[in-house]
C-alpha cells in the first residue's frame, strides 16, 4: 500500500514538471523571446568594399613657388658710376621700376629750395620710386656740403663732375628731374617744384 502511494507520488511529480516545461515553451513561441535575454535574428553587419583611398595632397600642404624672373634692363639704365661717398653706383639695379633722376648743382638755389622735398619724400618712396641725385657742375667738397645742410644724406647721390650722365640725358642746366617708369621709357624731363614732383612720385609708386 505504501509502494503504491509513492508511486502514485512520483507520477504526479514528473507530470507537473512536464507541464510546466510546456508552459515555458509555449509562452517563448508567444512572445519571440527566448528566457534570459532578446533573440538575435541574423549574423554581424557585413563590411563591403575596401577601405576609402585618400587621394592629392594635404590641404595645408606647402608648396615651394617658383623664383621671380629678373627685370630686363633697358637702355636707359644702362650705366654706372661712383657715389659722393665713393661708393659703387649701378643703374641696373632699378630695372623694373620707375626712378627719378634729379640733377643739381651745389651753388644753384632752385636745386637748394626743391632739396627740402627730396630729402622729405626720398625715405617714403625708397623701395618704390627711388629717386637718385646726380651732382654737377661743382666741385666735390661743395657738393657733399650741400647734401649735409639739406639732409640728403639718407638718398642716394652720384658724383658727376665730369657731366657724362648730364650729357647722356641731354640736361643742359639746372635743376632738371628725369622721370623713368617701370618699362624704361622716359616719361618727363624737366623743371618740377616741391609740389609736383611728390604728386608724380605719388603716382608713380600706386600705378
Do not use: N
Not at 15 to 21: F, K, M, N, P, R
Not at 175 to 193: C, K, N
Amino acid at each position: 500500500m505504501g509502494m503504491a502511494r509513492t508511486a502514485a507520488g512520483r507520477l504526479r511529480h514528473t507530470a507537473t514538471a512536464g507541464a510546466l516545461v510546456v508552459a515555458l515553451f509555449g509562452a517563448a513561441a508567444c512572445t519571440g523571446t527566448a528566457p534570459g535575454g532578446p533573440t538575435v535574428v541574423g549574423g554581424a553587419p557585413t563590411v563591403t568594399g575596401a577601405a576609402p583611398t585618400v587621394t592629392g595632397a594635404p590641404t595645408d600642404a606647402v608648396t615651394s613657388a617658383p623664383p621671380a624672373t629678373p627685370a630686363a634692363v633697358p637702355d636707359v639704365l644702362r650705366f654706372t658710376g661712383t657715389t659722393l661717398t665713393g661708393a659703387a653706383f649701378d643703374a641696373a639695379q632699378f630695372a623694373g621700376r620707375p626712378v627719378v633722376l634729379w640733377f643739381w648743382a651745389p651753388w644753384c638755389a632752385t636745386c637748394a629750395s626743391q632739396a627740402w622735398t627730396v630729402a622729405e619724400i626720398a625715405p617714403k618712396y625708397r623701395d618704390t620710386v627711388p629717386i637718385v641725385g646726380v651732382a654737377g657742375l661743382g666741385e666735390q667738397r661743395a657738393m657733399k656740403d650741400f647734401v649735409t645742410e639739406f639732409e640728403l644724406a639718407g638718398t642716394t647721390q652720384v658724383d658727376d663732375r665730369k657731366g657724362a650722365l648730364w650729357k647722356r640725358f641731354k640736361v643742359t642746366e639746372q635743376s632738371i628731374f628725369v622721370i623713368i617708369d617701370r618699362t624704361g621709357a622716359v616719361v618727363h624731363r624737366g623743371f618740377l617744384d616741391g609740389e609736383a614732383l611728390s604728386a608724380r612720385v605719388a603716382a608713380l609708386a600706386g600705378a
